[in-house]
Structure formats: structure tokens, C-alpha cells
Nanobody, 126 residues
Framework: QVQLVESGGGLVQPVGSLRLSCAVS????????IAWFRQAFGNDRDGVTC????????????YYADSVKGRFTISRDNAKSTVYLQMNRLKPEDTAVYYC???????????????WGKGTLVTVSS
């Protein structure tokens, strides 16, 4: 059974930090790229970042939306089948439900994703 389970969300003050985790099971994690999306209340689900699978030299490719570039960092631990999203200098506009999703290529097009988690809520507020 395919599962992507997000964790690490919560309430944080502006300019604070959070680290989200996405634990994967049920498919070959090493073969898949993982992306993070977010959906604020009343808005569409937007792509935030993605990380490719490792190539033959164990390198990965990453992509970041302009709104998070320089503040968010995505990483993966293949031994733990987990992807992390380190979020620094958080802003109130980062408040959303954050979802991880899997596809064979690094993409932040929601319709392209093969598998989805159920999300974790991040609230940035003083």
C-alpha cells in the first residue's frame, strides 16, 4: 500500500523555522522525485519545491518556487525513505496545508503527480 505521511507542521511565529518530513512507503522511493505543494484556505494547490531521484553519480536536482527560494531547502534521505522540507524565515503568507507528492520526474505540476500524502498544517502567526 502506497503511503506518503507528512509530519512536522504546527504554529510558528513569523521569521521562525519548521522542518517538515514526508515518510514514504509502498513504492521504490529511490526511483521517484518528491515534491511539496501547499494550499492556503480558498486558494489553489501550488507547487513549492521538488527534488529528483539520485542519478548515477548520486546527485539530485532541485527546484524552488520564487516565493520560497533562499528560505526553504528540500532534501532526501534514501536510507530512511524520507524527504525533508526545512523552512526558515517563515512569513504569514506561508500559512497553508503542506502536501508531499511523488512522481518519476521532478515537477510541481499537481496533475502530474502519481501519489499524494494527506497534508500537514503550517500556521505562521504571532
Amino acid at each position: 500500500q502506497v503511503q506518503l505521511v507528512e509530519s512536522g507542521g504546527g504554529l510558528v511565529q513569523p521569521v521562525g523555522s519548521l522542518r517538515l518530513s514526508c515518510a514514504v512507503s509502498g513504492f521504490t522511493f529511490d526511483d521517484y522525485a518528491i515534491a511539496w505543494f501547499r494550499q492556503a484556505f480558498g486558494n489553489d494547490r501550488d507547487g513549492v519545491t521538488c527534488i529528483s531521484s539520485r542519478d548515477s553519480r548520486s546527485d539530485v536536482t532541485t527546484y524552488y518556487a520564487d516565493s520560497v527560494k533562499g528560505r526553504f531547502t528540500i532534501s532526501r534521505d534514501n536510507a530512511k525513505s524520507t524527504v525533508y522540507l526545512q523552512m526558515n524565515r517563515l512569513k504569514p503568507e506561508d500559512t497553508a496545508v503542506y502536501y508531499c507528492a511523488a512522481d518519476l520526474v521532478c515537477t510541481t505540476v499537481a496533475d502530474d503527480m502519481d501519489y499524494w500524502g494527506k497534508g500537514t498544517l503550517v500556521t505562521v502567526s504571532s
